[in-house]
Structures are given as structure tokens and as C-alpha cells.
């Protein structure tokens, strides 16, 4: 790293020199991140609590008493509309779970980008610390301290956003884990399709 090298020419040079650096070592990763975190992946109370009322309705209306019903007397032979509410409920959630995974792979890749930003930080602030015992001017020296004081500021700041996206990743890693619950709780798509279902029952009734 051609840093610790050009130290000298930073302290000699304007401060907007040093300003100019940081922000090309730090600010496009920062500005993402915070991006990604201002985005929303809240858990979608609602589409659960619809996913698991109709499961559970669904069973109510389609239980054992209610299928000998219909193989026997043909009682209840209309369409049952929970079939069609899980088929697209499911693909609600199904989505949602691919938006999820999604947000986790940028997360983890915008916690990456941040981590590297930091370790080059932290090699720029060595660089002045190192520098800072050959220096003969005081007004140098107290640059080169004011320099490293700043970026113990930004390198804080960045394993702050670290923090925050591992929070994030978590979070939408429980949300995951939970959809997947649910979803296991939906009878499989051609379970649900309505021809599939009235042979089956067919059969059941034949049997």
C-alpha cells in the first residue's frame, strides 16, 4: 500500500488533501450501507396471521367428517376458496422470502465493503503514527495527531454501521426461519389445486 509512502506529502499538503482521501477510502461504502439499512424488511404480520387462519380453516372445512361427506353424499362439492387464498398467500410469501434473502447476500456484502474500508483506515492512521517521530515541525506533528484523532472518529463510526448491518442481517434471518415455518404449514401446491383434490378425495371415497 503506497500510504505510509505518501504521508509526508499529506501533512505538507492542504487539509482538503487528507479529506479528500478519506473519502474516497470510506464514503461510497458508507453511503451504501446506510442505504441498505434505510431500506424497510419488516415482518409481515398481517400475511402470516392470513396464511395461518386459512390453514386452519382450511383444515376445519376439509377435515375427515367433511371429505366422508362429500365422497358419500356429495356434500360440500363446491369450490373451496381457501385452496385458492393459500395458492396465492403462499406466493406472497414466497416472494417475500426471496426478497429476503436478497436483502441478507447485500447486507453481508455491504458488512464486507465496510470491514475493508476499516482495516484501510486503520493503515492510514499506523502510516501517520509511524511518521509522526521523524517529523521536526511541530505544526506537522500536531496535524498528523489531528489527522489520526479523525480517523479514530470514522473508524468508529464504520464498525458502527458494521454493527447495525449484523443486526439486520439477524433480524432478516429470523424473519426467514419463521416463513419458513409457515409456509411448510401450506399443503403443497398440487394439494391445493382443485381437480388434484376432488380425485383425491374420490378415491378416498371409493376406497
Do not use: C, W
Not at 365422497?71 to 429476503?100: A, P, V, Y
Not at 464486507?112 to 474500508?117: A, I, K, N
Not at 429470523?174 to 391445493?192: C, D, F, S, W
Request: net charge positive; hydrophobic share 30%; proline share 1%.
Amino acid at each position: 500500500m503506497s500510504i505510509s509512502i505518501n504521508i509526508g506529502n499529506i501533512l505538507n499538503s492542504p487539509n482538503d488533501t487528507f479529506h479528500e482521501i478519506l473519502d474516497k477510502l470510506q464514503k461510497e461504502n458508507i453511503e451504501r450501507a446506510k442505504k441498505e439499512l434505510t431500506l424497510k424488511n419488516e415482518f409481515d404480520t398481517t400475511l402470516i396471521d392470513a396464511i395461518l387462519l386459512t390453514v386452519e380453516m382450511l383444515h376445519e372445512e376439509e377435515g375427515f367428517i367433511s371429505r366422508v361427506l362429500y365422497s358419500s353424499f356429495g356434500i360440500g362439492k363446491n369450490r373451496n376458496k381457501r385452496r385458492e387464498q393459500l395458492i396465492i398467500l403462499g406466493s406472497q410469501l414466497k416472494s417475500q422470502l426471496s426478497d429476503r434473502e436478497k436483502s441478507i447476500r447485500r447486507s453481508r456484502h455491504r458488512k464486507e465493503s465496510l470491514y475493508s474500508t476499516q482495516k484501510n483506515l486503520a493503515r492510514l492512521h499506523k502510516a501517520f503514527k509511524n511518521k509522526i517521530p521523524f517529523l521536526n515541525s511541530y505544526t506537522l506533528q500536531n496535524r498528523a495527531i489531528n489527522y489520526m484523532r479523525e480517523l479514530n472518529r470514522n473508524i468508529e463510526a464504520v464498525i458502527t454501521y458494521q454493527d447495525e448491518l449484523e443486526v439486520r442481517i439477524n433480524y432478516l434471518s429470523n424473519t426467514m426461519q419463521e416463513y419458513r415455518r409457515v409456509l411448510r404449514q401450506i399443503p403443497r401446491y398440487y394439494e391445493l389445486r382443485e381437480e388434484v383434490y376432488t380425485q383425491l378425495i374420490e378415491q378416498r371415497g371409493e376406497d
